[in-house]
């Protein structure tokens, strides 16, 4: 089964959601691919939530609440949101797989630590076997690769950060984990008559932008 698992490492909901995708590849293959969620929410012509003043406060006491009802250990990192390209290219130029993923995460979201600066990340660069990091952060090839995980989330429809694409269908967010797993249980659930019904349901109103 092709599955792949979106993320940025700016969102504190991936790093909600990682043990459960880890869990989850016990029983399946899943691709990890970084993408830079700013370039998502630009060609959408969206905002993050952390850019919306009420919805950051809330969001970020539902993160906390979250991680305390799961009992996943989560420390925000000094500001947020931060820029993740440095964390996300190194992710890449480690080989993009789950140890990368799991180092940056946890330097993050469970020790706190800011990884938007080359200085910040040296020292898990150097864990991940990353001796030159500049040089590994400015490689065209690893640009290219984030630019193209990006360009292929989209052209998946993909519009938010962490989502897992199963089979060509999309699960958004931590909150959707248990409804990604109903789906590998049992696909037809979701062919029913009303969920065939609201995929081509008109709209009675579309505001002006």
């Known amino acids: 089964m092709n599955v792949q698992w979106y993320f940025d490492f700016i969102s504190p909901f991936a790093w909600l959601q990682l043990p459960k995708v880890l869990a989850l590849r016990e029983r399946i293959e ?31 006491r539902f993160v906390l609440w979250q991680a305390a009802r799961d009992g996943v250990p989560l420390r925000f990192p000094p500001a947020h949101p ?20 799991q180092a940056l995460f946890a330097q993050i979201w469970q020790r706190g630590e800011a990884a938007d600066t ?18 590994a ?17 989209l052209a998946h429809g993909v519009f938010g ?28 659930r979701f062919c029913t008559a009303e969920f065939r019904r609201i995929a081509a349901l008109p709209e009675a109103v579309r505001r002006v932008r």
């Open 30 to 60: 899943i691709e990890p691919v970084p993408i830079l969620f700013a370039a998502v929410l630009d060609k959408l012509g969206q905002l993050g939530p952390a850019e919306i003043p009420g919805k950051r406060d809330f969001t970020y």
């Open 82 to 101: 931060f820029n993740p390209l440095a964390a996300l290219r190194l992710c890449i130029a480690a080989g993009g797989g789950w140890d990368a993923v």
């Open 118 to 135: 080359p200085d910040s990340l040296r020292a898990t660069a150097a864990a991940l076997g990353v001796a030159e990091l500049e040089s």
């Open 137 to 153: 952060l400015a490689d065209a090839a690893v640009k290219q690769r984030l630019r193209e995980n990006t360009e292929q989330a």
């Open 161 to 188: 950060v962490p989502t897992l694409r199963i089979a060509g269908e999309l699960f958004w967010g931590n909150d959707a984990t248990a409804m990604a797993l109903d789906y590998l249980a049992d696909p037809q």
